[in-house]
């Protein structure tokens, strides 16, 4: 029963519904059967139409009670429904912006709000006077007018260039649009990276390849007797050969740190022992150029948990660096303290790591430096600071070695710093969480307690 039949039958009955004239033959019917006995069958027939219309009535009513409950648990379920579809919306992990067909905004998720700075307050304005760029407008404009649009932009967020993949789709209910963005600036960045890592590399690899095959050709003519020349051409495929031997050395280290699906492998290792190892491996490159190479740590800072061969691999290309450029007869350090290192938000910690200090190991050497213009670009694969220090030969690096060291150090959680003064020296620094026990000192008894 609708609710329109529902009010007919309350609000215009027919005479045989209305309870008054029923009411009002019974009472009468039974004044008169006073004197009269044969109206005293009015009377019951009065009554039994009362109570019929009572009961009729009883009916309606509670057809009305299921009607109204009925509804209302409709209601309640569209509800739920909106509330349902709006905090999937809101859960999206991409900004959604949808509007009118007059342009306005309707409704926003929370992540507009973050990224575009696009929120709920701002319903009712115009999309384009919101963000300003030409090409997203005509999106919005054009899926209002039922062609949707694909594009991706670069849009100004909190005073930074983001690249955007943006999606604009008509809404047929409203005559208006919903835009959805699905930040890829770290996925162009990592395009643009792997794109200049294979001309890099093919650029290190294909010089001295064209050295080899040069010197090989010169060989096999006019220099075969030649014995001096010989001998040139024959250091110059040596050194070349050693080249190609690192740079393949260097990019299979690189491809392995980068692997996400080989974690460290974390153990307890004697400190010492290690860095005599890397020592033994470059006391030759060391004693070439009359240097000393010293190892100093802190008192009872025996014995760590770290990934062994991460940690070699950090110090052999510190150290090999620092020999290769610190000036002739002078000393290269290695310091290894204890230190309350606070991982970084952005860098994972191995969750085998669960020591109370962290520890700080720098590299020092007295050379050359490097110019202040160029600090912040050294950790870039292939990247070399010029030809001077890059060196030439054996000497020159494969450019590798310091990007090696900083994905070496994030996959244990630690950064990578510099301090340097062109023409004096250089440390570098690295700083690893969790790795050390607390030591005897009270200072250091607190801080393991913080």
């Given at each position: 029963?609708?609710?329109?039949?529902?009010?007919?039958?309350?609000?215009?009955?027919?005479?045989?519904d209305?309870?008054?004239?029923?009411f009002?033959?019974?009472?009468?019917?039974?004044?008169?059967?006073?004197f009269?006995p044969?109206?005293?069958?009015?009377?019951?027939?009065?009554?039994?139409w009362?109570l019929?219309i009572?009961?009729?009535?009883?009916?309606v009513?509670?057809?009305l009670?299921?009607?109204?409950?009925?509804?209302?648990?409709v209601?309640?379920?569209?509800?739920?429904s909106?509330?349902?579809?709006?905090?999937?919306?809101?859960?999206?992990?991409i900004?959604?912006?949808?509007?009118?067909?007059?342009?306005?905004?309707?409704?926003?998720?929370e992540?507009?709000?973050?990224?575009?700075g696009?929120?709920?307050?701002?319903?009712?304005r115009?999309?384009d006077?919101?963000?300003?760029?030409?090409?997203?407008?005509?999106?919005?404009s054009?899926?209002r007018?039922?062609?949707?649009?694909h594009?991706?932009l670069?849009?100004?967020?909190?005073?930074?260039?983001?690249?955007?993949?943006?999606?604009?789709?008509?809404?047929?209910?409203s005559?208006?649009?919903?835009?959805?963005?699905?930040d890829?600036t770290?996925l162009?960045?990592?395009?643009?990276?792997?794109a200049?890592?294979?001309?890099?590399a093919?650029?290190?690899?294909?010089?001295?390849?064209?050295?080899?095959m040069?010197?090989?050709?010169?060989?096999?003519?006019?220099?075969?007797?030649?014995?001096?020349?010989?001998?040139?051409?024959?250091?110059?495929?040596a050194?070349?050969?050693?080249r190609?031997?690192?740079?393949?050395?260097?990019?299979?280290?690189?491809?392995?740190?980068?692997?996400?699906?080989?974690?460290?492998?974390?153990?307890?290792?004697?400190?010492?022992?290690?860095?005599?190892?890397v020592?033994t491996?470059?006391?030759?490159?060391?004693?070439?150029?009359?240097?000393?190479?010293?190892?100093?740590h802190?008192?009872?800072l025996?014995?760590?948990?770290?990934?062994?061969?991460?940690?070699?691999?950090?110090?052999?290309n510190?150290?090999?660096?620092?020999?290769?450029?610190?000036?002739q007869?002078?000393?290269?350090?290695?310091?290894?303290r204890?230190a309350l290192?606070f991982?970084?938000?952005?860098?994972?910690?191995?969750?085998?790591?669960?020591?109370?200090?962290?520890?700080?190991?720098?590299?020092i050497?007295?050379g050359?430096?490097?110019?202040?213009?160029?600090?912040q670009?050294?950790?870039?694969r292939?990247y070399?600071?010029?030809?001077?220090?890059?060196?030439?030969?054996?000497?020159?690096?494969?450019?590798?070695?310091?990007?090696?060291?900083?994905?070496?150090?994030?996959?244990?959680g630690?950064?990578?710093?510099?301090e340097?003064?062109?023409?004096?020296?250089?440390?570098?620094?690295?700083e690893?969480?969790?790795?050390a026990a607390?030591?005897?000192s009270?200072?250091?008894?607190?801080?393991?307690?913080l």
């Amino acid at each position: 029963m609708s609710l329109k039949t529902a009010n007919h039958f309350t609000d215009h009955t027919l005479p045989l519904d209305n309870p008054m004239l029923a009411f009002s033959i019974a009472l009468g019917s039974v004044m008169i059967g006073v004197f009269l006995p044969v109206f005293l069958i009015g009377t019951c027939i009065g009554l039994i139409w009362l109570l019929w219309i009572i009961g009729r009535a009883k009916r309606v009513s509670d057809r009305l009670r299921v009607m109204i409950e009925r509804e209302s648990s409709v209601r309640a379920a569209v509800q739920d429904s909106v509330t349902l579809l709006r905090c999937l919306i809101d859960a999206a992990d991409i900004p959604i912006v949808a509007t009118d067909a007059s342009g306005c905004v309707i409704h926003t998720n929370e992540r507009s709000q973050e990224i575009l700075g696009i929120g709920d307050s701002m319903a009712g304005r115009r999309f384009d006077e919101l963000i300003p760029d030409r090409a997203l407008h005509g999106l919005e404009s054009a899926a209002r007018s039922d062609k949707p649009g694909h594009a991706r932009l670069a849009l100004p967020i909190a005073g930074e260039m983001r690249q955007f993949d943006v999606s604009a789709d008509p809404v047929s209910f409203s005559g208006g649009a919903v835009l959805t963005f699905r930040d890829i600036t770290e996925l162009s960045r990592a395009m643009t990276l792997k794109a200049d890592f294979a001309a890099n590399a093919s650029h290190e690899l294909r010089t001295p390849i064209a050295s080899i095959m040069a010197a090989t050709e010169t060989l096999s003519g006019s220099a075969r007797k030649d014995a001096q020349m010989t001998d040139r051409l024959i250091e110059m495929i040596a050194n070349n050969a050693t080249r190609l031997e690192l740079l393949a050395c260097d990019l299979l280290d690189l491809s392995r740190l980068e692997a996400e699906d080989q974690p460290a492998e974390i153990k307890q290792i004697p400190l010492e022992k290690l860095i005599d190892k890397v020592f033994t491996e470059l006391q030759s490159q060391a004693d070439g150029r009359e240097l000393t190479l010293a190892f100093e740590h802190e008192p009872g800072l025996d014995e760590i948990i770290t990934d062994p061969t991460l940690l070699e691999l950090i110090l052999r290309n510190l150290v090999g660096n620092a020999i290769k450029f610190a000036h002739q007869d002078t000393k290269v350090r290695v310091l290894v303290r204890r230190a309350l290192v606070f991982p970084d938000r952005t860098i994972p910690v191995p969750p085998q790591l669960d020591q109370p200090m962290g520890m700080v190991l720098e590299v020092i050497d007295q050379g050359i430096g490097i110019p202040i213009a160029h600090q912040q670009r050294i950790f870039e694969r292939f990247y070399q600071v010029d030809q001077a220090r890059a060196g030439s030969g054996v000497k020159r690096g494969t450019g590798l070695g310091l990007a090696i060291v900083k994905h070496a150090a994030r996959k244990l959680g630690g950064t990578i710093t510099l301090e340097s003064i062109h023409q004096v020296g250089t440390t570098m620094r690295i700083e690893l969480p969790r790795c050390a026990a607390a030591g005897d000192s009270p200072d250091e008894a607190v801080s393991s307690i913080l």
